[in-house]
């Protein structure tokens, strides 16, 4: 079976700097795709990176950068550059590639708070 | 802009009532979900459905059922809800394919007296 672990309940960072949320991830297919959400106070769900098991290189979106260490099994997110507004609940998720009925696993989550 | 639509965002429910949660999405994606939020458990899949009439079960399935007579709109059921049925519910849905994300619903905040 599939999972997801996410080892930090909370993280500080000062605005302005770099913050690495860890994700490690179990796994007996070969072929998968994983991914991070960011959940604010709201409750919405919003999409910020993927990262599929045969991409060469690391994703990238703005401040947002996946370590993808497959041997590892590890697809940490790093924000860059901190901002107030990155304070939210962030997922780390995982989804094997069958065609149909594939499914988002999903890890406990990590409360992420920037300080000015 | 692409929408998922969640019916209520706030529900108040008695023990043994049945609950309806209603999701409607206007991207015309196969694929739609039903996922639980606690503290510290993350989100679990429910159920999903990744055609009209079809579904399956995710992982924690027992006390809910589902249901999809249209591809826009994905219901979620629970028969005779209880006090540990108290929780966050989100609605997904995505289209077919391998690298596509989901898109979530604002969810529906259900407490069970």
């Known amino acids: 079976a599939q999972k997801i672990t996410q080892t930090q309940p909370g993280m500080f960072v000062q605005e302005k700097e770099a913050v690495t949320l860890d994700c490690t991830y179990d796994?007996?297919?070969?072929?998968?795709?994983l991914f991070w959400y960011k959940q604010p106070s709201s409750g919405e769900m919003i999409f910020l990176i993927y990262?599929?098991?045969?991409?060469?290189q690391n994703a990238t979106e703005g401040r947002y950068s996946l370590n993808f260490q497959k041997a590892r099994k590890s697809a940490n997110l790093v924000i860059s550059a901190s901002q107030l507004g990155d304070s939210a609940m962030y997922f780390c998720?995982?989804?094997?590639?069958?065609?149909?009925?594939?499914?988002?696993?999903f890890g406990a989550g990590t409360i992420l708070r920037v300080k000015s | 802009d692409v929408k998922v639509t969640q019916s209520s965002r706030y529900l108040v429910k008695r023990t043994g009532e049945k609950v309806f949660l209603e999701c409607v999405q206007d991207?015309?994606?196969?694929?739609m979900f039903w996922y639980r939020q606690d503290p510290g458990l993350g989100l679990r899949l429910i159920y999903f459905?990744?055609?009209?009439?079809?579904?399956e079960k995710g992982d924690i399935p027992e006390g809910y059922s589902v249901s999809r007579e249209k591809k826009e709109r994905f219901s979620l059921i629970l028969e005779s809800a209880s006090t540990n049925q108290t929780s966050m519910y989100l609605c997904?849905?995505?289209?077919?394919?391998?690298?596509?994300?989901?898109?979530f619903g604002e969810g529906s905040r259900l407490t069970v007296l």
């Open positions: 997904a849905s995505r289209n077919r394919g391998y690298t596509g994300e989901l898109f």
């Open positions: 796994t007996s297919d070969p072929s998968y795709g």
């Open positions: 990262q599929g098991s045969y991409d060469q």
């Open positions: 998720a995982m989804r094997d590639q069958k065609e149909y009925g594939n499914k988002l696993v």
């Open positions: 991207m015309d994606h196969e694929n």
């Open positions: 459905s990744y055609d009209v009439k079809m579904k």
